[in-house]
């Protein structure tokens, strides 16, 4: 006997995959079942007995015109012969009959009552195969162990319960009760903050179910980050499955195919069911071999045959009515498309987008298996959810401890928090109320809450490629309590539109790549109601002053113009702003001092740093500038410095270094006041003796040019403490160096020195750490030197 476990292996699957299976798929599964006993228990009878019993017909009734075997007996009554034998010996042995048996049943008994229930097992199994082929091929398979593995995931995850919980505005405890109760009672509970009416889908979902996965109103760290997991695991699955449809076409098609077949079967059974009979007449020529021409055969199993066939074609109508119903199923809804309307009206999560192509067709699959499953799944959709547990992640990771153990003293002293490439912005660091100045940097979708008020100390935010939104609460408490306010952006929409509104802000710096179009979008005239603002930094690519600064020029005291080296030609409106203090124009590719800046007349620090200045002549008209006190001329092409720089008088700082200066005029040093001298990384030869005359300068560069030999007069400038000479041409120190009592930086490197002048020990402030010098030339000085530079 066959074992109905052989054929297993056509249908077996992974337990998880019943949720693709639908109730019809289930039903014909049955019905598979069922008709594969009729085929393996007709297959048996074939095996296990007799098929067929012949005996020869010596004679029969001259009015017949064909040869008959009598019908079987209906009733106790004999019927009588035409010719009755009584007695009567054949002379055949038993092979022979066996002879005639076989070679009756081969040629004389109709094929379909020979194959029948072979035909209904082969039938069978195509029908098995074909149910169950989506889940064995490979292009179809991975996919459905992958959905399945998610799917499962997602529906025990503890954040699930969590995320429904809290859109339908009740705690979990709270929750958990109400099912409860619903389940004793078998109403429907409404779910969401409106009392929503369920969904005839989802009114049938036993509440039970719920009832049974563990509620939490607490996730923890571990389970946050496996939910964090699947979210990348369904962002990712999404856009692969997405892609295609072969889930759909592959179900289709076997579904086609199971719809073929049952009309095949019920036609040619329904054709050839009435040819399995219970007598049938042989006329095969075996003469030779039996001496009868004639024989009269009984078809052992045609009366149960008979109505397996029937009831066989039976189950068969049954399973193609339901193929039937399938396949209006599959064409008369769309199941490449599903949308979560019904889950988006109950939960409240109005972001959870629809879906197409095989996800589509397995979300609407496991709807017919339960659709509780594909709300629980939509979670994992939502970017609102993930953006709750990302925050939640967040707060698990940067506590309040941990944040403070990051806080530092900036430039402002300041106490100040960097947190960089988060995914978010911590709720525990409103916790930290001592926080003075916020830094974040590559923070995508960051919101300040209104719990930014806690913050009484925060006066300094910066925002580093940052996109964010802000609560109202929030731009309430930033308007009065902000002081400094620093952004960097690689496109003006992302500068925060609420920067305009903070009229206590005292510094505002920007910083991006904008084109001169948008260029007019980056103050938007709104600057004029920062009436606290001082200090305004703008670093892009600008081609003229934008008309908004000049909307703050009555109260701003420092203007820093950073232009990355696009050509800024329009400032006109840099006369208005009379009240600057400070003005630095930085790779603004300027060819002359611009005239602008003459009117200036409060301007006490000027920047024209990384420009193209060839020659400054104009430098004649700063002398209307009596309040500037620093000039910062360096990084530029300048080749000589003009005679009128005698007229500076106020000047106490002065860079000419990385320019191409070659002589050192000597009525620079007419400008007594000079402190700060860098004219370092320039092809100077020579230092006049004048520079004596400068005994107020306490800093003087000259490294890295051509200087062969220094002037005596220069250690004459005994408040000195800071002195340059490194790599340049000189061979000998003076010992007149130890007439600099208060230098504490000497810089020799890079000479041609052989020794150093014993004197250096009277620069009692000098030490080791201020000496920059090679070890083998360090060593030429005196030990006791040596020893005194090295003590504390």
């Known amino acids: 006997m066959i074992p109905v476990t052989e054929f297993r292996q056509f249908t077996e699957q992974q337990p998880a995959f019943r949720v693709l299976k639908p109730w019809w798929d289930v039903f014909t599964d049955y019905l598979s079942v069922v ?7 007709g297959c048996t009878l074939q095996v296990m007995q007799d098929k067929i019993i012949c005996l020869p017909q010596r004679t029969f009734s001259p009015n017949q015109t064909e040869l ?74 991975s996919k459905i162990e992958h959905f399945i593995s998610i799917l499962g995931k997602c529906f025990d995850s503890p954040w699930t319960t969590r995320a429904l919980s809290e859109v339908s505005g009740e705690n979990p405890e709270e929750k958990d009760k109400k099912k409860n109760s619903a389940s004793r009672s078998n109403l429907d509970t409404p779910v969401g903050e409106g009392n929503l009416e369920k969904t005839q889908s989802l009114r049938s979902i036993p509440e039970k179910i719920v009832v049974e996965q563990p509620v939490a109103s607490v996730l923890d760290k571990k389970e946050g980050e496996q939910a964090k997991a699947l979210f990348e695991k369904v962002k990712k699955f999404r856009l692969h499955v997405e892609e295609g449809d072969i889930l759909y076409m592959m179900y289709v098609r076997q579904t086609v195919v199971k719809v073929l077949k049952f009309i095949i079967i019920i036609a040619y059974n329904s054709a050839l069911v009435s040819q399995v009979r219970f007598s049938v007449t042989c006329t095969e020529n075996m003469l030779d071999m039996t001496g009868y021409r004639y024989f009269c055969c009984n078809h052992t199993m045609a009366h149960l045959f008979s109505k397996l066939s029937y009831c066989y074609l039976c189950f068969v109508g049954v399973y193609g ?16 498309e599903y949308s979560f309307e019904y889950v988006r009206q109950e939960t409240g999560i109005d972001d959870i987008p629809d879906v197409k192509n095989d996800f589509a067709f397995m979300l609407h699959m496991i709807d017919q298996y339960d659709p509780l499953y594909s709300k629980r799944f939509a979670v994992f ?48 660091i409103f916790e930290v109320t001592e926080l003075q100045s916020l830094k974040l940097e590559i923070i995508n979708n960051v919101t300040i809450p209104a719990a930014i008020a ?10 580093y490629q940052c996109s964010l939104k802000i609560h109202s609460a929030a731009t309430s408490f930033l308007k009065e309590n902000l002081k400094v306010l620093r952004v960097k952006f690689d496109d003006a929409r992302e500068l925060p539109h609420w920067m305009y509104v903070l009229r206590n802000l005292e510094e505002l710096h920007l910083s991006g790549s904008l084109s001169s179009d ?27 002053i934008p008309q908004s600064i000049v909307d703050v020029a009555s109260h701003l005291l420092r203007l820093c113009i950073c232009n990355d080296g696009t050509k800024l030609v329009m400032l006109n409106n840099l006369k208005k702003m009379v009240n600057l203090t400070e003005l630095e124009l930085v790779h603004c590719d300027l060819e002359r001092i611009p005239h602008a800046i003459f009117s200036l007349s409060n301007l006490q620090t000027l920047n024209l740093k990384e420009n193209n200045l060839r020659t400054i002549e104009e430098i004649v008209s700063f002398q209307h500038l009596r309040k500037l006190t620093c000039l910062k001329l360096w990084h530029n092409s300048i080749a000589f410095i003009p005679e009128h720089i005698k007229k500076l008088n106020s000047l106490e700082r002065l860079y000419f270094s990385h320019n191409k200066i070659e002589i050192l005029p000597s009525h620079l040093f007419l400008c007594n006041k000079l402190r700060y001298l860098d004219v370092s990384n320039n092809d100077i030869r020579f230092i006049p003796p004048e520079i004596g005359v400068l005994q107020s300068l306490q800093y003087f560069s000259v490294s890295c040019n051509k200087i062969e030999n220094i002037p005596d007069e220069l250690f004459f400038c005994k408040k000195l403490k800071t002195l340059k000479l490194g790599r340049n041409m000189l061979s000998v120190l003076s010992p007149k160096i130890s007439f600099l009592g208060v230098l504490t930086h000497l810089e020799l490197k890079g000479n041609h020195f052989e020794f150093l002048p014993a004197e250096l020990g009277h620069c009692r402030a000098l030490k080791c750490s201020g000496l920059v010098v090679e070890d083998s030339l360090f060593e030429t000085l005196p030990t006791e030197v040596r020893e005194q530079m090295q003590a504390e």
């Open 381 to 428: 959709l939502s970017e609102v959810s993930e953006n709750k547990l990302k925050q939640l992640n967040l707060n698990h990771e940067w506590t309040a401890d941990k944040l403070r153990q990051k806080l530092q003293t900036n430039s402002n002293n300041r106490l100040e928090l960097q947190l960089f490439m988060l995914s978010g912005l911590p709720d525990t």
């Open 454 to 463: 806690q913050l009484e100390d925060l006066q300094e935010l910066s925002l």
């Open 321 to 336: 009515l339901t193929c039937l119903y399938t396949s209006y199923w599959l064409f008369y809804i769309s199941l490449k």
């Open 35 to 41: 008709m594969l006993m009729i085929g393996v228990f």
């Open 518 to 544: 948008a260029s007019k979008n980056v103050t938007l005239d709104s600057l004029r109601e920062l009436k606290a603002l001082k200090t305004l930094t703008l670093k892009s690519n600008f081609t003229k």
């Open 68 to 141: 008959m075997c009598p019908p079987p007996s209906t009733n106790n009554e004999s019927i009588v012969p035409v010719h009755e034998l009584k007695g009567l010996k054949t002379n055949l042995d038993i092979q022979q009959y066996n002879y005639i048996n076989q070679m009756c049943y081969e040629k004389a008994l109709h094929w379909y009552a020979k194959y029948f229930p072979y035909l209904v097992l082969i039938h069978t199994v195509i029908f098995m195969v074909c149910s169950n082929f989506w889940f064995k091929f490979p292009g179809s398979s």
